[in-house]
């Protein structure tokens, strides 16, 4: 799918979303953002770990009570993070499934999802992260489908403008729309990726995907 069409975001009542969103997208997408990425800097998933398998998702995500929607189980089943000690230099840090989880477990220990300010009627146990140390998390309710993904930097920092963007494709495509349209650049002198702030101060980039709120 290297030629596929990076889909529109599209305003819905609490945030954004891109038109079918939905665990078919997500594959495509991830599977143009390999291509995107990989052409641009061919090392980049020398430290990522390969992904699970369906049963490794739902097993382990059941021992602690939570039932992942299809569009999470594409995400792991993609790639499951990286080498612990060995960054991934990518756009964005996947979070592992175990990273993920230990990340739920020190946030519920702590009250940190109320802090960062979760004014939502959805049981925040229901949350997992998808970065690794990282802003962005998902809802695991089976109501919530796409589910809901919200950046919980953005929200504790600007608590009168909390979004609600519906599915993962939303980040992918916008992180995809990003590269492909120079708004991230590789910086080879360090081997990271960087966001151009200035073409985003120059409103060059799209406002509704300023908005989304899902760069922290």
Known sequence: MTDLEIP???RIADGFTVDGAGPDL???LLERFDFEVS?????VWATAQPGLSRDEITDR???IGVTPPEELIVWWMWR????EGRPLRAPF?????ETSIRYRELYLANGLYMKFGFMTPLDSQ??????????LVVCCDPSELPPVVMNVYSHAMVPDEYRHNLSICTPI?????SIVNGWMQYDVDTGFWRLDRGRWDQEIVPQEWAHAQLFG
């Open 126 to 135: 229901n949350w997992l992260h998808l970065e690794h140390e990282g802003h």
């Open 173 to 177: 495509a916008l992180w995809l729309a």
């Open 61 to 63: 995500l059941a021992r």
């Open 8 to 10: 529109q975001l599209r």
């Open 93 to 97: 840090a996947q979070a592992s499934l």
């Open 80 to 83: 499951n993070g990286h080498v």
């Open 26 to 28: 997500l594959a495509d």
């Open 39 to 43: 052409r641009r800097s061919p090392d």
